[in-house]
Every structure is written in structure tokens, then in C-alpha cells.
């Protein structure tokens, strides 16, 4: 009877133990009221789901925005990212989600404004010498134009929402180099990409500090599981539909962005 009695103590002591744990993880969510801004991936594009409402600007249930909401269940959620936004369509479209009772937002911005999606088609397209021209290009305009668009649209958010802890992530690189790809373009052209990451990656950064806005970069949980990575791949090459191509799939999404953001909250 004794043993029993014991057997019985304990096991509801555990019972206790994971109700207690649950309540807590739920309630560490409670009051929150959170806004997901940002580009495509932000919105989860290439990592598929979309959800109907959204449009061209395919947000995925995939996303890690929607990921973290489903774990955590906050007070409130409005995922307003969008496929292929820039600084400006934050401001024009998605901004007005803010408000003062917004207490978390989550962002990733800057790679459309300085030319991402044209970038890669000239590197897979075109030559060695176009792709190396088109980066620099992109490079010139993250180190020299896209500062003022980030501290002005950072700001902006401050206004709009000067409760809110800002979480704002960065971009993976695209390729491992040396990789295990037999096919496709040249290792030139894969270190060209990943530079202007690191070159963007670097920008933002500074940029987020100076707000005072938490930075996550996420380029070390995405090594080796690069576009022709030693790991389970997390981001697409090439692929169908077309727009899906380099962006991080499912994988990324809930393996690499998901961990970063939930790390900055």
C-alpha cells in the first residue's frame, strides 16, 4: 500500500508539474500582441502552404511567423509580410498594422531594395563578369542608399508602435562554397552571392542597433545546409514555381528562421 501511495504521489506530482509548465509557456504569451513585417521571407515564400487570403504575396503557414504564433499563441496576431516588399512598401502597406499596443514585431527587409531577385537572375543567366558587375551593383546601393531607408523605416515603426520589442533578422547565404553541387553556376559566382549577404547582413545590423531593435543573424544556423550544403538543404535553387527559387523552404523556415526569431524575443 505503501509503494502504491507513493507511485500514486509522484505521478501526480509530475501531472502537476506539466500542467504548471504548460500554463507558464502559454502564459509567457499572454498580452502579447504581435505584427510579422517584412519581405518574402518573412512571408515564407518557397517553403509552400500559402494561405488564400494573402494574395501574391504568398504568405505560408510554413512561415516562421506563423510557426511561432501556432507555439506560443499570443494575445493577437497580424502576419502582413509580403513577397518582394521593399522599405517603402513596409511603410505604404504594412505599417499601418502598428499601433501602441503592438508589443512584438518581427521583420526581414532590404534585400528587394537593393536588387535581389535581378541580382540572382543575371548570376544564373548571364556571365561571370555580369554577375560580379550586378552584385557590386547591389553591394554599392546596401552600403551607400539603403542605411537612410532602414533608419527612416525604423523609425517609423517606433512612432507607429513605441511599446514593441523589434525583432529584425538577417539573410543566410545562399551557397556553401566549396559545395557538393556538380552542376549549376561557379563557385565565383556562389562566393560573389554570399558577399553580398554578409554586405546587407552588415548594414542591417547597424542600422537595428542604432534603433535599439534586437538583430538575429542567421547566416551560422544555416551553415552546411546551404544551397549545395553537406546537410539537409534549407533553401531552394531553382525550382518550380519560379519565385519559390532561393528562398528558404519549409526546413529553413522552421529549423533555421524560427529558433533565430524565437532566440530574439
Known sequence: MTRVRAVTVALTAAALS????????QASAAGVNYVALGDSYSAGVGSGSYTSES???????????????????????KFVACSGATTNDVLANQISSLSSTTTLISITIGGNDAGFASTMQTCVLSSESS????VNTAKSYATNTLPGKLSNLYAQMKSK????????????????????????ISDTKRTAINSAADTLDSVIS?????????????????????????SSQWLNSTTLP???SYHPNSSGQAYGYLPSFSAGV
Open 206 to 230: 547597424k542600422q537595428a542597433a542604432a534603433a535599439g531593435f534586437t538583430f538575429k543573424d542567421v547566416r551560422s544556423i544555416f551553415s552546411t545546409h546551404e544551397i549545395c550544403g553537406s
Open 161 to 184: 508602435a513605441p511599446n514593441a520589442h523589434v525583432v529584425v533578422l538577417g539573410y543566410p547565404h545562399l551557397y556553401q562554397v566549396p559545395g557538393n553541387c556538380l552542376v549549376g
Open 131 to 134: 554577375c560580379l558587375s550586378a
Open 55 to 77: 494574395g501574391s504575396c504568398s504568405r505560408s503557414t510554413n512561415a516562421y511567423p506563423y510557426l511561432w504564433k501556432n507555439s506560443h499563441a499570443p494575445t493577437s496576431f
Open 18 to 25: 506539466i500542467t504548471t509548465l504548460a500554463a507558464a509557456t
Open 242 to 244: 519560379i519565385s519559390d
